[in-house]
């Protein structure tokens, strides 16, 4: 195929390949010229024109499919609009004499619409180029028009509509005969040719005036007509098209006005029309007089449902402002058409019109309005209800009955109130918060208007008015409990009022249903309001009769209400409700007989009602608390239900003994019983399954009802993909509301609140706004099916096989349509209990069990009724999943498939061909395997199968389901399945879009069959990719957005495996296209592929998406219908959340922004935050302050009105860009914020982002770069404005994106000022965004988050002035006094846990900012004084100086309110240990709860407990400590305490504790909280919980008594340290092990101190006995330690688990394991270094805490740990500083050998053991060897040193260490670096200055020598450097002290050796000046000593001298030289003093 890019067709390749492949081959070609074309040089395709015409119209004649077509005609087209056009007439007119010819055989078809095609092509690219030809084609295609069959009419149409389109207005003259022509096809037979005709007279009505000035009523008819027997696609167009030219007729075009002075139609006369169509249907206007008003046939439901879409059009196309202005007179027009009585014939009837019309309100309100103007119109509707409400209530209270007509007004009344209160609740919900202004302004007074509906005579209005005040309180929780209290209060005081009792009861329930949806709740004691209220009137129901049924019903009503509070609050009222329950029943078999013979028909229709109410709160009860079911519960609750059982059987007795009316009732109790017992576990019911089958099996088979009712269910049992058979009935769409009314089972779509109140208070189903149960009717036969399905799988066979049977029967002896409906219900059971053993895992049974059911199943797949051959093929697979054998799965296929080769008609073949798919889809590839060659066969040759489109759509949605399920085993035949889908879509005709839907199913099963294997190079797959890709391009292009949308999400699948090949910049701008599609599918799909492609290529997504809107802006290509703007795709995406309901699309929105964010936001910044601040700036204006425009002047002339109108549109219509969007609404902001948190999380990985001296040089740079600091003021302002809007959840994401502005740039410092920070600007900002969260009406979820941005704020340290902290500070004091008003005193609004919630965050906060105080005050006393000034000093740092706080500045702030914020805190903790207890402990918990939480919400309070316990608990810590816990402050407080605090119970009891016991008490609490936390920190706890506990332990012990208290309780101690052991295993951070290390050091502090006074004590009763002292201490005389009782062990543990954590060579297991690569020491993270030095100073101080028997038991191994950190951490660095691990090493060598073990005599020779060894390994670590080059050489020799001074006597004489020891230093003179000699020379100093001669002499002996060798050395290579000056120095000094140590004859040799070294360094006097600095430093140090050993040793000198005249000769002119030139520098010298003799890097020496 490659061979055929070329421009020109390469005929030769096309002759060579087989005729089958040559149409993919064209195509492919026409493609590639598609793309070329535009692109080619204008001079090459003038050469090639002439030959490529030929081979373009060649092809017109050759017969070509759809798609070909379509391509050839655009190329044609676009080939002569480049080229030159002057045979441009020649082709026309060859296509004109294709389409006159007489041919009408099929063959000749595809020829003529080529024809068609091109006309319409050129007409519509080159347009009035043509000139004068129009007229002739017109009539030549209109002529055609009417002699061509179904296909060639709609190809006609479209080509008419593209004439159009191209001429413009040109074509007036043939506007006429288009109009007539097409008229009437617009009832076609075929519906594609009415979507045509549809569509072309939408293009018409842009230039024909007359379609909506005189024929504006002929044309509405035409409409209505057409949207008879009309399917969903039918409806879409001829609703667009009656919309547009309704919205044209009312506000005509600018051009075509202008042109003919024209009558404009008024709103009055356009809705007229359009209401004729609702109400009275196609069947012409009021032309046959009167009796179309007296009712007669009702109007079809689908010219409605098409009305209901155009009445959406209209006012969409007439926009948002229009709608704006015209709300009133629109709003009243709709609710008159639901109080219409021939819109309310019968009531399913009213409820499809009620729907209809909530439809057009939801979508023109919900979606083109503002927030602003929703508001306005929400005025609008409250007006509405009140006018309609006062009618009624003077017709209500019209007793004389003067108004007879009143009564039909009242019951029309009711469907206007139903409309209107439910778009209300809606408009209320979706405002959220928002809708605040609506709800408080008294003017509009909507609550009274609202509750006064709750007492209108229909109960259809009241359940409304009950739904809105849902949704009120939802939107604004603050006003649930006022509501639920003011209801309570009205049903008390109007008790004897059933209108009342059933309203406000009805209220009641549905504000407790909504609780759920409001985290803060209500209090607890409404419950108990409610259970009284409910009690009362069921007490008193049977007073009055009169009420009796109301009261009944509204006291059960309330407990069902209740239970959905959930068991937390149930729980109380249990006992109570089964006792309820238990007397609603009679009690025995006898009772219940009596009862039947009792009783008018009123008192049964009560006693029945009252039941059904009881079983409905059961269900309530079993749904909603499903913790509080216990066996014992579920058996009290089985004795009503069973007894309900019983009374089953009786009731068709009562019911003919009392009347038929008892048949609603009786079938409510029904419905309720099989509600909940198939709530209930089969097992418990098991003894009543026969009675309950019988009942359920007579209930679907409709044995007892005349009626042939349908269940809803089989939808739902049904596969959503099989959608494609069942037509529109399982899809979804942007109208599926009301296209629901037009399915075929019963009542579908007619769903209302009135079918079963209890829906009021139930969780509204997913995607619905409004719960709608079916009517009674439908709902029982639901509820059967449904338990039928829980119930099947517990049955036994025979029953089973009984059941099957009886089906069987039941179908054969129904006739005609009751036979479908009873063969629906049985199907949809058989269904359900088949999905049940399912699920149970349980099998079908025996043999004559199967065969019964394959019977019944078998006979339905050959059923005329799609729906019933869907439902049986279902079956079939369910069945075989369930059987699972082989051979009976074998025998289904086999039986289909001789079916298949046998049949001939239609209906055999579709059924048994979906019984393959369906048993393939059920048993999987592998089960199936060995059918898969046949099935794939049969289904291949049926997919051919021209003759029958169904046929074909059945065989290849069944191959989709093959493939699917075959997975890799469909791998062979994949080539012949890819060409069958490639050859369909290239023939089969468009307009049947269910074949083409199924080959694009086809075609995505395929792609993932091959799956990644598309990646790949070989010729086959190369071959199947481009044949997927030429599928996906065709299916592209299909008119049909199903099949667009099958498109998309093949191309998704073939990205996700081959991305390479896939190309973005076509696929991108075809999705951006398809998001303004107005089919939801297509929506979804275009969103969903565009989510994955910015998963991994977002910038190029964005890139291509912007690159289109500058083609749509260049080329003003009317067919891209683009709102992409600056903001790009982003910013379309930002503007589809404000306009989608889809929960899945606005999640995948989400996703896509999320994905885009992450990759781009970072380069984009500047982008991206202004993206995100326009949403949130879009203050709610912009949808424009609702002017309800009131005309004045009206009876000016027409021709001024007319002129003023239009200058008013300007524009409408030719602009669609003009028109204001919707500001964003508060979703869309909420998500914006989130974002901008996002974006400043994703700047954290560049630190410039924060830094703003670094931004500052980076942009300048780079202009182009972008730095986040930049944007702060952006930043803040956006949060400000978050965080003070209207929205609820807008202000928490405020406050969240401010907290993390605090938290990100507190530290940023402001270049100019500098000691300033760059935040210290926005404190008015921040303060000013705080304020309003702490007013009293802010819902606490809001107040605790504000608390939380005060204390970040206050402990940032921002803000360093006193008084600028104030204001933000006072926020936090006044809610400080909130919390201690304590529990009852403030009303309440929210749930108790709400109150909780507030007040911790409080203490939280206030604990937060004391840890941060606290902190800044330790710091300020560990720094020095500073002094007050130096002369120095510059003066403008002084001016800082005065700003700088006094160190306890923020301190003073937390000062006065300690005492009370640490008794509450002390108070939380105590809560908080208590509700940490496991379950078992409960009945120990207080039984009036807590400080701070009652009983009642305890699972809640929890949750907030677990949030805020950790900072207090620090703060607690700090504040004990600094207080010496408390001491003192009881006294004090005792009087003031009870005053404030009731909440305390404690308060009491505090005087008789004496002192320690309350130190006892809160250490316990204090360690309890923190080793019950920090035994097992969930994984979600953040990190820092952990560490402020560490931090608090730490703090705690650093306080003398808790030291104390942790000593003397050992076991506590080692508890401790294990758990900080188990800490370490599961968290990393260093942090944490840090803080752990400083834990465990306290911790063995504590128990040193503790073991030193014991030894005192001890000391002092035992002075006389020296040797009893040794046993204290760990380890006692045996030294052994017992793990788990010893503090000494868990310590180790925990050490030895940080330091092979961080060095794991310590460990000799890994070096022994065969794997080991020795690795070499390298330098430590600063980190891990900091850990593993605190480690070993800890380690070394653990001996200390053992007897010396202990000690040697633990000694070995700390020191083996110590020489090994020692040898892994000794590296060199580049400056020579020691690592702190090396000086912790050193020092804790020093610890252990100078520790008192070392006197004890008893352990003597061990002793000398380990110090041996020890000094063996370190001689062993500090070998040289290559493998450590940079092993550092001083640390190991210091020590060396260490233990050579320290333990002398144990080393002393030991040959093998001595010589390793000189060996070691050996080399270390001979080293190369002149800073390790250096510090060699300082060591041997103090070796041999050792007082232990016998040590020093040897090292003196073998040492010196080599020195003085080495300092002689010095004299031919002078130093260079000041690190070898240092060098030589030290040298000398050791000298200098050998001389000073030797005896007094000995001296002159020594001095021999010192003296001439020296001289030999002097210089000469005139090298002297020349000589470089470090020569002449040497110089001076020589002479200086020189002349200070010369007094010193007289005698000696003076012979040294006398013996060498030359050495004497040299020193005197040095020093001559010396004197003159002091002289001469005298004054310089002062300036400059001499080189010190120092060493210039001082040495950390403390180790001696």
Known sequence: MELA??????????AQITEAKRPVFIFEWLRFLDKVLVAANRVDVKEKQKKLVEQLTGLISSAPGPPTRKLLAK?????????????????????????KSKDDTPAYLPTKLAAVACVGAFYEKMGRMLGSSFPDTINNLLKALKSAESQGRGEILLSLQKVLSGLGGAAASCHRDIYKNARSLLTDRSMAVRCAVAKCLLELQNEAVFMWTTELENVATLCFKALEGSNYGVRV???????????????????????????RATLEEVLELMATGFLRGGSGFLKSGGEMLKGGGSVSREVRVGVTQAYVVFVTTLGGQWLERNFATFLSHVLDLVSHPRATQTHVEAVYSRRCVSFMLRATLGGLLGEKAQIAAGKEICQAISKQMRAVEAVVNDISGENKAGAADVSASQHVMVCALKELGSLVQSLSATASPLIQEPSIGLLETVTSVLLHPSMAARLAAAWCLRCVAVALPYQLTPLLDRCAER???????????????????????????????????????????????????????????????????????????????????????????????????????????????????????????????????????????????????????????????????????????????????RLRLYDILALLPPKTYEGSFNALLRE???????????????????????????????????????????????????????????????????????????????????????????????????????HRLQMLDHFAECIKQAKGVRQQAVQLNIFTAVLSALKGLAENKSTLGPEEVRKSALALVMGALDNPNPILRCAAGEALGRMAQVVGEATFIARMAQTSFDKLKSARDVVSRTGHSLALGCLHRYVGGIGSGQHLKTSVSILLALAQDGSSHEVQTWALHSLALIVDSSGPMYRGYVEPTLSLVLTLLLTVPPSHTEVHQCLGRCLGALITTVGPELQGNGATISTIRSSCLVGCAI?????????????????????????????????????????????????????????????????????????????????????????????????????????????????????????????????KLSHWLKLCKDVLAATTDVGGAVVFEVEKDEEDSEKKDEMDDDTMFTGLGEDDKSKPSVAPRWVTRVFAADCLCRIILLCENDKAHFDLAAARSAQAKNPKGDQLVLHLSDLIRMAFMAATDHSNQLRMAGLQALEDIIKKFASVPEPEFPGHVILEQYQANVGAALRPAFSPDTPSDITAKACQVCSTWIGSGVVSDLNDLRRVHNLLVSSLDKVQAGKGSSSQLYSESATTMEKLAVLKAWAEVYVVSMKIKKEAESKPARPVRSADDDEDEDDLGADVLPPDSLITLVQPELPSLSRLWLAMLRDYALLTLPAEFSSQLPPDGGAFYTPETIDTARLHYRSSWAPVLHAVALWLSSTGFGAGEEKEEIPSAPSKTPALPQGASLTTKTFEESVEDRMHLMLGVSIEFLCFPRPEEPIEHVMSCLQALFTLLESPCAKTHIAEDQLLAVELLNVLHRLLLTRDPPAVQLQVTAVVQETIRAAQDHLQRQRTTKGKEEEGEKDSQPSLGEGGDTGELVPGKSLVFAAMELLVFILVRHLPQLNTRVKESPSHVPLRPQRLPEESARLVANTVSILAELPSLCSPAGGMTILPTVLFLITGVLRETAVKTADNSVPVPVSAALQGIKTIITSPLARMESMQTQWTGLVRSSLASVLEHSQPDESRPDMDEVSMLTAITLFLLSASNELVGVTVLQKGCMDRFRNALNSSDPW???????????????????????????????????????????????????????????????????????????????????????????????????????????????????????????????AAPELKIRLESAIRANQASSRAKDAARQAQPTVQAAPTIKLKKSFF
Request: proline share 4%.
């Open 5 to 14: 890019h070329s421009l020109l067709l390469n005929e030769d390749a096309l």
């Open 75 to 99: 190329n044609l087209a676009t080939l002569y609009s480049i080229g030159d056009t002057f045979t441009v007439f020649q082709t026309l007119d060859k296509c004109n004499e294709i389409i």
């Open 237 to 263: 167009a001829v609703a667009k098209l009656l919309g547009t030219v309704m919205a044209t007729a009312l506000m005509p075009k600018q051009a075509a006005v202008m042109r003919q002075n024209v009558k």
């Open 491 to 669: 049903i008390n005081n109007l008790k004897s009022s059933p209108e009342a009792v059933s309203g406000y009861s009805f209220a009641m329930a549905a504000l407790l249903g909504g609780v759920h949806q409001c985290p803060l709740g209500i209090p607890h004691s409404k419950g108990k309001l409610v259970v009284s209220i409910a009690e009362d009137l069921l007490r008193t129901a049977a007073q009055n009769s009169r009420l009796s049924l109301q009261r009944t019903q509204a006291g059960w009503l309330l407990l069902g209400a209740l239970m959905t509070l959930g068991p937390s609050l149930v729980r109380y009222h249990l006992p109570k409700m089964l006792l309820l329950w238990r007397n609603v029943f009679p009690r025995s078999q006898k009772e219940l007989e009596a009862e039947k013979a009792r009783g008018d028909s009123f008192t049964w229709q009560v006693t029945l009602e009252g039941r059904a109410g009881a079983l409905c709160a059961m269900r309530s009860f079993v749904a909603h608390c499903p913790e509080l079911l216990t066996e014992d519960v579920i058996r009290r609750l089985m004795t009503p239900i069973e007894c309900a059982m019983t009374m089953m059987s009786h009731v068709p007795a009562i019911i003919k003994v009392h009347g038929a009316h008892l048949k609603a009732s009786a079938a409510m109790v």
């Open 696 to 798: 359920l099996v007579a209930e679907f088979t409709l044995t007892d009802n005349s009626a042939n009712t349908t269940t809803s269910l089989l939808r739902s049992l049904c596969h959503y993909d099989d959608s494609v058979l069942m037509g529109s009935w399982l899809q979804e769409t942007d109208h599926k509301s009301i296209e629901d009314q037009l399915q075929p089972n019963s009542a579908s779509g007619s769903g209302a609140l009135e079918h079963d109140p209890s829906s009021i208070y139930l969780r509204v189903p997913v995607g619905e706004a409004i719960p709608g149960p079916l009517p009674l009717g439908v709902s029982v036969i639901d509820a059967s099916v449904a338990l039928f399905g829980v119930v099947f799988p517990h049955v036994s066979f025979k």
């Open 1035 to 1163: 299916m592209q292009d299909h008119s049909d957005s199903l099949v667009q949308a099958a498109a998309i999400s093949c191309l998704q699948q073939l990205h996700m495996f081959a991305p390479r090949h896939v190309n973005l910049s076509s696929l991108v701008p075809c999705l951006c296209v398809h998001l303004c599609s107005s089919h939801l599918l297509l929506r979804r799909a275009a969103v969903a592929c565009l989510r994955q492609l910015a998963q991994r290529e977002a910038a190029e997504v964005c890139e291509y998406a912007m690159s289109l809107a500058k083609r749509a802006g260049d080329s003003k290509d009317p067919t891209i219908n683009l709102n992409i703007t600056e903001t790009g795709l982003e910013g379309v995406l930002f503007g589809m959340l404000d306009r989608e309901t889809d929960r899945k699309l606005c999640s995948d929105i989400h996703d896509t922004l999320g994905h885009m964010l992450s990759s781009l936001a970072v380069e």
């Open 1876 to 2002: 390790v000699q250096a510090r060699c020379y300082q060591l041997l100093l103090s070796v041999f200055q050792h007082s232990n001669r016998a040590l020093s002499t040897p090292y003196i002996h073998a040492l010196a020598p080599l020195m003085v060798q080495k300092l002689k050395a010095v004299e031919r290579s002078r130093p260079g450097t000041a690190v070898e000056l240092q060098a030589v120095q030290e040298g000398i000094r050791v000298l200098e002290n050998l001389v000073n140590m030797g005896e007094e004859q000995n001296r002159v040799q020594l001095l021999a050796l010192l003296v001439p070294t020296l001289i030999s360094y002097l210089l000469d006097e005139n090298a002297i000046s020349s000589a470089p600095q470090v020569s002449k430093s040497l110089h001076d140090f020589a002479l200086q000593n020189l002349m200070r050993i010369g007094p010193l040793y007289p005698a000696a000198f003076k012979i040294v001298i006398g």
